[in-house]
């Protein structure tokens, strides 16, 4: 496969799971805005909303105040914001569109009508636009899962996906860690359990955090479903634990180890000896700070490995 | 079709089906076909006019026919005249005997743009410059045929042939049942075996080949996407390859994989910015090189372009008499030269009865149309002539034969016009069928996509 082909791939896939992190973030700052505003992190929830979209700067350059109007142009329809559905879908369907032929046809209708159908997107609507950008980033999944082949190809989608969502899940988490640290643990008040709440269900993750761990909530409880738990698929280990899959199928296929699949092991086999109450002692925030780096670093391995065809 | 009243015996059928079908169904079939064309995503830019990227071309239901005794002369005509532009090629190129022999001017092709020196003395595998010919024609009457111009570098339009047959069997099965229309889905076939057959000498094994496109910004990306698919290789732009030593690799997730010959669909300016224009992010650098030393093919080969231009384009039936001994099968339209002091009076006094085109021109942009524009329009274009005459040609409107066509009031004629692409490499090879442009206002001679003009399916009825 030509790499450039590969990397057109892994951007379709990474561009569309960020606009589903962008509609999820957009759901958590409504249902906010639905409640009473009891505690104080409340009134200023669509701040914290636009830290963890990770464009803030873009948005400081048009917009002056955070509320559900300005957030919902700038993370939904605004091409200015290299992060926004628009953008995102836009350019999932570039990359689609220039390798045509290493997508099946369901997958590039997927993309395409998905990019289509946006256009006829109006605000106002912003529960309605979230399920709708929702839908459409399974309808691809469900026609990647469904019609590619198993080949390289599908592994670079693979890796597409698992890279941004590990991204995504440890921003999110950034952005509220402090609300996991210990000293919140003996205020277990009524803002907390309400903050806990917005971040998991921000990673559509509340009612399996129930399943997994019965109703109470509890810093070190959350912090292991985010960032150990395997059965969690937006967890950290989960999908470190699917690119390192993809990266050694790759190699498998083309006989051929890699550094970005010795990385990822190595990544992944540390992951899995961690324990949570090790990572809340020895400093939540920059277990964070270097995962995200690590992980940027595993992307620019993988893009060295394949997708720059290096000689 | 139309001769006076009567309708030709070939598009009786036709006629009756659509009679039986009427305007309704039709134009029900005519919004499907459109929704097939953009699902599958055939769609076409139009340079310079901004707008939808993704514009569609008008497709027109109503097949153009030929008979298969039409069409063998035609395919004769189509071959001779490739073969001849090759000679022309493989001449200029090397001892350049038509010149000595004073049958073209020397400066017609020396100082051609297009002329390029580096490659003077270089033979291509199996002497083929130019390996995909389209030859623009224009019928005047039932078996006259006027050629309008030669494309021998990279005629484009191949994939609205085989699309428009592919939709064309997929709505109407019971035509095809009926009228036995010689099949044109082998081209990708023949075509990737034509490439294939010029491998370069330094390829031992089978040969990679792979098609160069601009990327997707291009307004024809598709159809490089298209035959690259439907050959089954490698779609690569310049960045996806590279020159170690002598020879050309394309990147890819298993490391470097030689390459042995390139279809490439990029103007010869922007090959190789080590050898041409150096701004060119397209090309890739030491390509030339490994080209004059036999380590790739590059089909058209750089060069080709001397071959089409439309000043040169008034000596190929010499060609075809100084090289293959034989008359023209095809004709050549009339073409005053506005570089040559006579000429250039007689069109200037002719203005609003002649065709006037630019020399390097393409796609229609820039032509004068003398009957259909105002005096204005007329007197501006005569000062751009005056300026610099030996860029214009001009050429009187021929009668152009018409061709049913699906209009908002019905079947109406309209005229057409004929490109099919003969195919030369080891063999010569000629698709029957081809890309059929039709002008779709009442009228119009320009039948070019980027000036509204549509096209059609064209069958051959086999005997």
Request: hydrophobic fraction near 40%; charge should be negative.
């Amino acid at each position: 496969m030509l790499s450039r082909t590969a990397e057109n791939l892994y951007w379709v896939t990474r561009y569309m799971e960020r606009a589903e992190t962008m509609a999820r973030l957009l759901e958590v700052g409504y249902r906010i805005a639905l409640m009473p505003s009891a505690g104080e992190g409340n009134r200023n929830e669509w701040a914290s909303i636009l830290a963890a979209s990770g464009v803030e700067s873009y948005f400081q350059q048009s917009y002056s105040e955070a509320n559900e109007t300005t957030l919902e142009n700038f993370l939904v329809f605004d091409t200015n914001n290299p992060s926004s559905v628009a953008t995102c879908i836009a350019k999932a369907r570039d990359n689609a569109r220039v390798v045509r032929t290493a997508v099946t046809s369901e997958v590039w209708d997927a993309l395409n009508s998905a990019f289509q159908e946006f256009k006829g997107l109006r605000p106002g609507d912003l529960p309605g636009l979230c399920d709708w950008t929702k839908k459409q980033t399974a309808a691809l999944r469900g026609a990647i899962e469904g019609t590619q082949l198993q080949q390289d190809g599908y592994d670079f989608l693979n890796l597409g996906y698992y890279l941004e969502r590990a991204d995504n899940t440890a921003r999110l988490l950034d952005v509220k860690y402090y609300v996991l640290l210990p000293t919140t643990q003996r205020v277990g008040g009524s803002v907390d359990n309400y903050q806990w709440i917005t971040l998991l269900r921000s990673l559509s993750a509340l009612r399996s955090f129930h399943w997994a761990y019965g109703g109470d909530y509890s810093p070190t409880k959350i912090a292991h479903f985010l960032i150990l738990n395997k059965t969690n698929p937006r967890s950290l280990l989960h999908c470190v634990e699917e690119a390192s899959y993809h990266l050694n199928r790759l190699a498998r296929a083309y006989g051929q180890s890699t550094g970005a699949q010795a990385q990822a092991n190595t990544k992944l086999a540390r992951l899995a000896e961690a324990h949570v109450e090790d990572i809340i002692s020895d400093g939540l925030h920059e277990f964070l700070r270097d995962f995200i780096r690590d992980n940027a670093g595993l992307g620019q391995t993988v893009a060295d490995s394949y997708l720059f065809g290096s000689k | 079709m139309y001769q006076g009243d009567a309708i030709r015996d070939t598009y009786k059928s036709l006629a009756e089906w659509s009679e039986k079908l009427g305007p309704e169904e039709l134009n029900a079939k005519r919004a499907e076909a459109e929704a097939l064309f953009r699902r599958i995503g055939i769609t076409f830019a139009v340079y310079g006019e901004g707008g939808d990227p993704e514009r569609l071309i008008p497709f027109d239901l109503i097949p153009r026919v030929f008979t298969s005794f039409e069409w063998s002369r035609l395919e004769r005509g189509v071959k001779q005249r490739a073969e001849a532009l090759n000679c022309f090629l493989r001449d200029v190129y090397h001892r350049a005997e038509i010149v000595r022999a004073g049958r073209i001017p020397a400066e017609l092709v020396f100082q051609n743009a297009a002329f390029e020196p580096s490659v003077v003395g270089f033979r291509p595998a199996e002497g083929v410059f130019s390996h995909i010919v389209g030859i623009d024609l224009v019928r005047t009457s039932a078996d006259e045929f006027f050629v309008l111009e030669d494309n021998c570098r990279t005629p484009s339009g191949v994939s609205y042939m085989l699309e428009n047959r592919e939709i064309m069997m997929r709505m109407f099965p019971d035509l095809f049942r009926k009228m036995r229309v010689a099949p044109v889905e082998d081209y990708p076939d023949q075509l990737r075996r034509t490439l294939a057959s010029v491998a370069p000498e330094k390829c031992i094994t089978d040969p990679t080949v792979v098609v160069l496109t601009p990327g997707g910004m291009n307004s024809a990306y598709y159809e490089h996407s298209f035959l690259a698919d439907q050959m089954g290789v490698e779609l690569v732009e310049g960045q996806d390859l590279f020159v170690e030593g002598d020879l050309v690799f394309m990147r890819t997730t298993r490391g470097p994989q030689r390459v042995d010959v390139i279809y490439r669909r990029i103007d010869d300016p922007f090959l190789d910015p080590l050898h041409f224009r150096p701004d060119s992010m397209l090309g890739i650098p030491g390509l030339m090189n490994v080209y004059l030393t036999g380590g790739v093919s590059i089909c058209s080969a750089p060069g080709a372009g001397v071959a089409d231009d439309k000043a040169v384009y008034t000596y190929v039936p010499d060609m075809i008499r100084f090289y293959l001994g034989e008359e023209p099968i095809l004709k050549n339209v009339p073409t005053w030269r506005c570089g040559t002091p006579d000429d250039l009076k007689h069109v200037l006094a002719n203005l609003g009865d002649l065709v006037v085109k630019e020399v390097h021109g393409s796609g229609g942009y820039g032509m004068l149309v003398g009957p259909a524009s105002t005096k204005a329009e007329i007197e501006t274009y005569a000062e751009r002539i005056k300026a610099n005459p030996s860029e214009f040609i001009a050429q009187p409107t021929l009668s152009l034969s018409t061709c049913p066509t699906f209009v908002e009031q019905g079947l109406a004629p309209r005229h057409v016009d004929l490109r099919p692409y003969c195919l030369v490499g080891k063999k010569v090879n000629l698709c029957p069928g081809g890309l059929t442009r039709v002008a779709l206002r009442e009228g119009s001679l320009v039948v070019n996509s980027s000036q509204g003009g549509g096209v059609k399916d064209t069958w051959v009825i086999a005997d």
